[in-house]
């Protein structure tokens, strides 16, 4: 379900770690509600937070190239995933997402606690239908 | 006039200027004002615009529709894909490429991809064409699909789908064309605001320039002020020198002017005086003593303004000598008793045992300053008691100070009064000034004349409970120097040689007396019983060739047909030179500086008041003629009782008999006395006659004679009633005169009493008593 690859100390699958639903959902969850550009009303995002996936995977490195089921990619440095509450996010109003609900997994920042975090470059840092994390 | 001008416009700019000023000020601060809140509001609309764009993100929207093209697209290629036979049919990437765009198309609905887009006129159809499609598909592709994913269906859906491409291509362009127009919307904005800025700017650099302007004006105009304010002061200063220098001028002026004033002035009354014998009639005398009292009056002030005029100028210096206190206590006493006396106030003069013998003073000044206080105390006292009490007391820095406190009964005077008392021309009370005359310098002179001793004049009174007037002054005691312990001591080793002196003396006793202290210092007394006599008796024995003219000339001021001071005038106009230059020595009853001047003025050498005490007469000889005039005298012997008795003077005044008995045996003395007494009735007839005939100079004449004679020998009352005619006689009325004669009358036997209680008995032969001498 997501792939993360690149200088990890603890890979589970060769050089990188996969992580699927059930290994996500054992991780300690969190969740906000925040306004977004996609979606009309406030929505709650829950799930685990991006740095204790990194975590999982014994991630270390300066930046992160978040992709996505479309090939989008974009690039997110490590510091962010310390420095807010960024989530990668498995459930929308508690439910899980289809991909057509931009799901299964969606990088979301708390953009409604930091209003800083509300312009175009952490809008486009928050990458949805999440596949993969590389760690350069 | 040029520094009133400047002044003047000084005083009119700030008027309108200032205002105009200050409403300058006010509109360019609230310019000011108005230009900030602008930027203010400029900047705040830039940064309400900035947060717009952020919150809409409508270049976001951009990238999404964008993107939605891109998926549609690789839909289209996986949907070709899957209705191509040739391929295998890859239904999961088919589901996950369909579900993707869903997604995508799913943000197409949102509100912000609606603002940005919306006005597109071709949006909703599109949208409706896309979401047809997608209700279409959802069959076959949904969450749950109603029909089987077969390449049929796929291929019966590809015509629809293909149909999307060109409306959604559209919506992109029309995304990137609205957005573009929207970021030049906002540029136009941020650039008129941008202007409005700069424009403000401006305005607020225009706005700091005014106030710069102005600021820089208000400090050229302060510093002109300050320029000229500067310049008034330089010539205020010059002003004051100039002020000053001209007021020290004319007090130099004045002090010569005074001092120049009075030598003719003395030559005027001296004039009168001779007038006064030449004969005249009553009317003449009474306008004569008029003009006399006038006169003495003019001279009076003369000295006021000399002496006010020598302490501003600063030209007054003080010549301190050994003073023997209590003699000068004496001697202000004996002047000022007769005032005393004819106010009928009780008068007290003491002085502390504290207080030194002999101090260093100038004693006239002294004297001058305790003459003017007591005056003033008899002056506004009507009733009771004047007392002067001398004290030793420590001043604040623990030197021995001399406090002479003179009080009285008077009429006191209120604070104002006290505050204003020392300044130029003031009297107590105005309303009294018109009662009492004088020139109201008097107490400024003696206060300066007290500060240049190195002491004041303190004043405390009440107004009705009199007045304590204090005068201190350094008391700086003199090392009493051995006395001598006999009268002919020999300590200098001169011997006095004989000296020849004649006395000009009308009264008879006076003449006994002068004749007995003479003899008593070696001295060969010759007489004469008036002026004329006496010019006659010089011009006779000096013009002798075998010489032996007199060695001095003891002139009595008061004498018939000829004065003293007129004597003296002629005396120094004789040709003989050796006559007109013999030492003339005044002998007087009044102590007046003025009749001192007088005195100095017509010519003479020296001046001596009675009673003449054989010291005195010995100081004027040594003065005169060195050590061979006279040896020094031990100090008169302190008076036996203390200096005035409480209540009226005392019959007797034993200092002054005491003085006598140095120069004479007891006998001789009382022979004097007893001789005056034994005339005393015929002086008395000769007063009353002058009383009854209204003969006022008569009267006085014959009081101040017999006036001299009883303080010579110590007949203390009758001296003071003598004196008290002396001085009425002119203005008192008859009444009352004629009870200072029969006063005279009354103390005759008294006075007898109180001398042979004395020891001072009637000489057994008595008519063979003291010899008269006769002109030589």
Known sequence: MLTISGRLRSPNDGTVANFDMPMLERLPQSHFTTQTPWYAQPRKFSGPLLRDVLAAAGAHGTMLRAVALNDYWVEIPFEDSARHDVLVARLLDDKPMAVRDKGPLFVIYPFDARPELRSPVYYSRSAWQLRAIEVR | MAVAGDRGSLAAAPGSAGRWRWRWLGSVGLALLLALVGAIWVQSRQATLLNETVREGSDYVVLMVFQNEAEYLRLREEWQRAIDPSQPLDAAALQLRYDIWVSRVGLLHNQETQKAVADHADFRPTMRQVDAFVAEADQILGAQPSQPLTRQALAALMPALSALGGPLHGLSLRASHNVGEQIAQRNEAVRRHNQVGLALTAFLLALTLAFALIALRQVRQLEQRRATLE??????RLARRDAEAASSAKSVFLANMSHEIRTPFHGLMGMLSLLRETGLTPRQIDYLRTATESADHLLAILNDILDMSQLESGRMTLAPAPVDLRVMLREVEALMRPQATAKALALHIDADPSVPERVMADATRVKQVLFNLLSNAIKFSDRGAVVLDLRQREAADGRPELHFVVSDSGIGMDEATVASLFKRFTQGDSSHSRRHGGTGLGLEISRNLARLMGGDIGVSSRAGEGSIFTFRMPSQPVVAAPAPSALAGTETGITPRPLQVLVAEDHPVNRQYMAALLESLGHEAHFTANGQEAVEAIRARCSRPQGGCFDLVLMDLHMPVLDGVGATRAIRALPDPAAATVPIVALTADAFPETRDRCLVAGMNDFLTKP???QKLAASLRRLFGAAG????????????PLVPAGSPPLLDRAAIAAALQAMPRERLA?????????????VARLRAAVRGAEALELRVNAHAARGAALNLGLAALAATAEALHEGASHLPALEIARHVERFEALLPLTREAA???GLHLPTQ??????????T
Do not use: C, K, W, Y
């Not at chain 2, 001789?675 to 005393?680: E, I, P, S, V």
């Not at chain 2, 008595?766 to 002109?775: C, D, F, I, L």
């Open chain 2, 671 to 683: 022979a004097m006395i007893h001789g005056f007494l034994d005339q005393g009735p015929q002086t």
């Open chain 2, 766 to 775: 008595r008519r063979n008593g003291a010899p008269e001498s006769a002109v």
């Open chain 2, 630 to 641: 006279a040896h020094e005298l031990p100090a008169a012997p302190p008076p036996p009782a």
């Open chain 2, 231 to 236: 310049e008034l002061a330089a010539s205020l």
């Open chain 2, 612 to 614: 003449v005490s054989p």
């Open chain 2, 756 to 758: 042979v209680a004395a």
